[in-house]
Protein backbone atom coordinates (compact mmCIF):
# COMPACT_ATOMS: atom_id res chain seq x y z
CA UNK A 1 0.00 0.00 0.00
CA UNK A 2 1.08 3.49 -0.76
CA UNK A 3 0.47 6.75 1.07
CA UNK A 4 1.54 10.60 0.49
CA UNK A 5 1.75 13.16 2.62
CA UNK A 6 1.53 16.81 1.54
CA UNK A 7 3.16 18.98 4.84
CA UNK A 8 1.57 22.10 4.21
CA UNK A 9 -2.76 22.17 3.32
CA UNK A 10 -2.28 26.15 2.75
CA UNK A 11 0.67 27.93 1.74
CA UNK A 12 0.07 32.04 1.22
CA UNK A 13 2.53 33.72 -0.80
CA UNK A 14 3.12 37.51 -2.75
CA UNK A 15 3.48 37.41 -6.13
CA UNK A 16 6.59 37.20 -7.96
CA UNK A 17 7.97 35.01 -5.43
CA UNK A 18 9.42 31.53 -5.26
CA UNK A 19 7.41 28.73 -3.54
CA UNK A 20 7.91 25.13 -2.43
CA UNK A 21 4.99 22.59 -2.22
CA UNK A 22 6.19 19.83 -0.01
CA UNK A 23 5.35 16.11 -0.93
CA UNK A 24 6.41 12.94 0.83
CA UNK A 25 5.63 9.29 0.32
CA UNK A 26 5.62 5.76 1.46
CA UNK A 27 5.46 2.76 -0.43
CA UNK A 28 6.73 -0.79 -0.06
CA UNK A 29 6.55 -1.01 -3.59
CA UNK A 30 8.69 1.14 -6.58
CA UNK A 31 6.13 4.17 -7.36
CA UNK A 32 5.88 6.48 -10.13
CA UNK A 33 5.38 10.25 -8.78
CA UNK A 34 3.37 12.77 -10.23
CA UNK A 35 1.66 16.35 -9.62
CA UNK A 36 -1.38 17.79 -10.26
CA UNK A 37 -3.26 20.95 -10.45
CA UNK A 38 -6.98 21.53 -9.93
CA UNK A 39 -8.11 25.68 -10.72
CA UNK A 40 -12.25 26.18 -8.95
CA UNK A 41 -14.58 24.47 -10.82
CA UNK A 42 -12.08 22.15 -12.66
CA UNK A 43 -10.66 18.80 -12.83
CA UNK A 44 -7.20 17.77 -12.65
CA UNK A 45 -4.50 18.66 -14.81
CA UNK A 46 -0.80 17.26 -15.04
CA UNK A 47 1.77 19.15 -14.24
CA UNK A 48 4.35 17.33 -14.37
CA UNK A 49 5.24 13.32 -13.44
CA UNK A 50 8.68 11.46 -12.79
CA UNK A 51 9.35 7.86 -13.84
CA UNK A 52 12.84 7.24 -14.27
CA UNK A 53 15.86 9.29 -15.29
CA UNK A 54 17.09 12.65 -14.46
CA UNK A 55 15.49 13.18 -10.93
CA UNK A 56 15.02 16.92 -11.77
CA UNK A 57 11.12 17.00 -13.70
CA UNK A 58 10.29 20.17 -15.28
CA UNK A 59 6.94 20.36 -16.01
CA UNK A 60 3.94 23.20 -17.69
CA UNK A 61 3.23 26.73 -16.26
CA UNK A 62 7.40 27.26 -14.87
CA UNK A 63 7.18 23.98 -12.62
CA UNK A 64 9.70 21.54 -11.51
CA UNK A 65 10.16 18.65 -9.24
CA UNK A 66 12.45 17.40 -7.52
CA UNK A 67 12.62 13.24 -6.65
CA UNK A 68 14.80 12.20 -3.91
CA UNK A 69 14.51 8.29 -2.96
CA UNK A 70 16.56 8.29 0.01
CA UNK A 71 13.95 11.07 1.52
CA UNK A 72 10.92 9.76 -0.31
CA UNK A 73 10.16 12.77 -1.20
CA UNK A 74 8.98 15.12 -4.37
CA UNK A 75 8.87 18.71 -4.12
CA UNK A 76 7.30 20.96 -6.69
CA UNK A 77 8.77 23.95 -7.02
CA UNK A 78 8.20 27.90 -8.79
CA UNK A 79 10.62 30.10 -9.12
CA UNK A 80 8.28 32.69 -9.51
CA UNK A 81 4.88 32.52 -9.20
CA UNK A 82 1.93 34.46 -10.66
CA UNK A 83 -1.56 35.17 -9.17
CA UNK A 84 -3.04 32.71 -12.12
CA UNK A 85 -1.43 30.07 -9.95
CA UNK A 86 -3.55 30.16 -7.20
CA UNK A 87 -5.00 26.61 -7.30
CA UNK A 88 -4.60 23.27 -5.23
CA UNK A 89 -1.92 21.10 -6.03
CA UNK A 90 -1.93 17.38 -5.00
CA UNK A 91 0.93 14.77 -5.35
CA UNK A 92 0.11 11.48 -6.26
CA UNK A 93 2.08 8.33 -6.36
CA UNK A 94 1.54 5.26 -8.51
CA UNK A 95 2.45 1.48 -8.17
CA UNK A 96 5.27 0.68 -10.91
CA UNK A 97 4.38 -2.93 -12.68
CA UNK A 98 1.14 -2.84 -11.27
CA UNK A 99 -1.78 -3.91 -13.69
CA UNK A 100 -3.47 -0.58 -14.39
CA UNK A 101 -3.36 3.32 -13.45
CA UNK A 102 -5.05 3.85 -9.87
CA UNK A 103 -3.71 7.14 -8.36
CA UNK A 104 -3.02 7.31 -4.58
CA UNK A 105 -3.27 11.15 -3.81
CA UNK A 106 -2.42 13.46 -1.14
CA UNK A 107 -4.94 16.02 0.89
CA UNK A 108 -3.79 18.63 -1.31
CA UNK A 109 -2.16 21.88 -0.99
CA UNK A 110 -3.50 25.01 -1.81
CA UNK A 111 -1.42 28.11 -3.06
CA UNK A 112 -2.39 31.35 -2.48
CA UNK A 113 -0.86 34.18 -4.66
CA UNK A 114 -1.39 37.75 -3.40
CA UNK A 115 -0.49 41.08 -5.10
CA UNK B 1 -9.34 16.72 -29.75
CA UNK B 2 -12.10 16.90 -26.97
CA UNK B 3 -11.02 16.04 -23.65
CA UNK B 4 -13.16 14.08 -21.01
CA UNK B 5 -16.49 14.93 -20.73
CA UNK B 6 -18.55 14.11 -18.01
CA UNK B 7 -22.38 14.41 -17.69
CA UNK B 8 -24.18 16.16 -15.75
CA UNK B 9 -22.26 18.78 -14.24
CA UNK B 10 -24.48 19.15 -11.72
CA UNK B 11 -26.89 16.86 -9.44
CA UNK B 12 -29.15 17.20 -6.60
CA UNK B 13 -30.80 14.19 -4.90
CA UNK B 14 -32.24 12.88 -1.66
CA UNK B 15 -31.45 10.31 0.84
CA UNK B 16 -32.38 6.90 -0.92
CA UNK B 17 -32.27 7.32 -4.39
CA UNK B 18 -30.31 6.53 -6.92
CA UNK B 19 -28.33 8.02 -8.99
CA UNK B 20 -26.03 7.31 -12.36
CA UNK B 21 -22.90 9.61 -13.72
CA UNK B 22 -21.56 9.07 -16.99
CA UNK B 23 -18.28 9.73 -18.50
CA UNK B 24 -17.09 9.86 -22.36
CA UNK B 25 -13.29 9.59 -22.33
CA UNK B 26 -10.83 11.00 -24.78
CA UNK B 27 -11.21 9.54 -28.43
CA UNK B 28 -8.86 6.10 -28.26
CA UNK B 29 -8.90 5.97 -25.12
CA UNK B 30 -9.26 2.86 -23.27
CA UNK B 31 -9.24 3.43 -19.69
CA UNK B 32 -11.30 5.14 -17.54
CA UNK B 33 -11.03 5.50 -13.45
CA UNK B 34 -13.59 7.19 -11.22
CA UNK B 35 -12.22 9.49 -7.77
CA UNK B 36 -14.26 10.81 -5.12
CA UNK B 37 -13.45 14.06 -3.77
CA UNK B 38 -14.42 15.33 -0.48
CA UNK B 39 -12.94 18.17 2.00
CA UNK B 40 -12.98 15.34 4.65
CA UNK B 41 -11.50 12.32 2.54
CA UNK B 42 -9.87 14.45 -0.54
CA UNK B 43 -9.60 12.13 -3.41
CA UNK B 44 -10.13 8.52 -3.22
CA UNK B 45 -9.88 5.82 -6.23
CA UNK B 46 -13.28 4.27 -6.47
CA UNK B 47 -12.57 1.79 -10.16
CA UNK B 48 -10.96 1.39 -12.97
CA UNK B 49 -12.62 -0.02 -16.64
CA UNK B 50 -10.41 -1.40 -19.15
CA UNK B 51 -11.61 -3.14 -22.23
CA UNK B 52 -14.98 -3.27 -20.25
CA UNK B 53 -13.65 -5.11 -17.37
CA UNK B 54 -13.30 -3.71 -13.97
CA UNK B 55 -9.19 -3.79 -13.18
CA UNK B 56 -8.80 -2.35 -9.77
CA UNK B 57 -11.44 -1.19 -7.11
CA UNK B 58 -11.12 1.04 -3.67
CA UNK B 59 -12.23 0.64 -0.51
CA UNK B 60 -16.09 1.76 -1.18
CA UNK B 61 -19.37 -0.73 -0.17
CA UNK B 62 -21.41 -2.06 -2.63
CA UNK B 63 -23.43 0.54 -3.46
CA UNK B 64 -20.97 2.00 -5.53
CA UNK B 65 -20.59 0.18 -9.00
CA UNK B 66 -19.89 1.28 -12.79
CA UNK B 67 -19.52 -0.42 -16.57
CA UNK B 68 -17.63 0.42 -19.27
CA UNK B 69 -19.35 0.22 -22.70
CA UNK B 70 -17.73 -1.26 -25.81
CA UNK B 71 -16.91 2.79 -27.11
CA UNK B 72 -14.84 2.61 -23.57
CA UNK B 73 -18.18 5.38 -21.99
CA UNK B 74 -17.95 4.70 -18.56
CA UNK B 75 -21.19 4.98 -16.37
CA UNK B 76 -20.97 4.72 -12.48
CA UNK B 77 -24.23 4.04 -10.17
CA UNK B 78 -24.72 4.53 -6.83
CA UNK B 79 -27.55 3.14 -5.08
CA UNK B 80 -29.32 3.69 -1.63
CA UNK B 81 -27.75 7.38 -1.78
CA UNK B 82 -26.15 8.56 1.62
CA UNK B 83 -25.42 11.88 2.70
CA UNK B 84 -21.87 11.21 2.77
CA UNK B 85 -22.55 10.30 -0.47
CA UNK B 86 -21.94 14.30 -1.40
CA UNK B 87 -19.32 15.24 -3.70
CA UNK B 88 -17.21 16.27 -6.67
CA UNK B 89 -16.98 12.63 -8.67
CA UNK B 90 -13.97 12.75 -11.20
CA UNK B 91 -13.55 10.39 -14.52
CA UNK B 92 -10.36 10.11 -15.92
CA UNK B 93 -9.02 8.39 -19.32
CA UNK B 94 -6.08 7.42 -20.24
CA UNK B 95 -4.66 5.89 -23.71
CA UNK B 96 -3.36 2.55 -22.38
CA UNK B 97 -3.89 2.05 -19.24
CA UNK B 98 -0.44 1.37 -17.72
CA UNK B 99 1.46 2.46 -14.76
CA UNK B 100 2.91 4.57 -16.77
CA UNK B 101 0.20 6.56 -18.80
CA UNK B 102 -0.67 10.16 -18.05
CA UNK B 103 -4.41 10.21 -16.87
CA UNK B 104 -6.60 13.10 -18.36
CA UNK B 105 -9.28 14.14 -15.83
CA UNK B 106 -12.70 15.53 -16.63
CA UNK B 107 -14.09 18.32 -14.87
CA UNK B 108 -16.26 16.29 -12.83
CA UNK B 109 -20.04 15.85 -11.52
CA UNK B 110 -20.79 17.52 -8.49
CA UNK B 111 -23.52 15.29 -6.47
CA UNK B 112 -25.45 16.56 -3.64
CA UNK B 113 -27.66 14.56 -1.66
CA UNK B 114 -29.97 16.19 0.64
Known amino acids: AQSVTQLDSQVPVFEEAPVELRCNYS??????LFWYVQYPNQGLQLLLK??????LVKGINGFEAEFNKSQTSFHLRKPSVHISDTAEYFC?????????????FGGGTRLMVKP | KAGVTQTPRYLIKTRGQQVTLSCSPI?????VSWYQQTPGQGLQFLFE???????NKGNFPGRFSGRQFSNSRSEMNVSTLELGDSALYLC?????????????FGPGTRLTVL
Open chain 2, 92 to 104: ASSLTGTSTDTQY
Open chain 1, 27 to 32: SSVSVY
Open chain 2, 49 to 55: YFSETQR
Open chain 1, 50 to 55: YLSGST
Open chain 1, 92 to 104: AVRQQNNAGNMLT
Open chain 2, 27 to 31: SGHRS
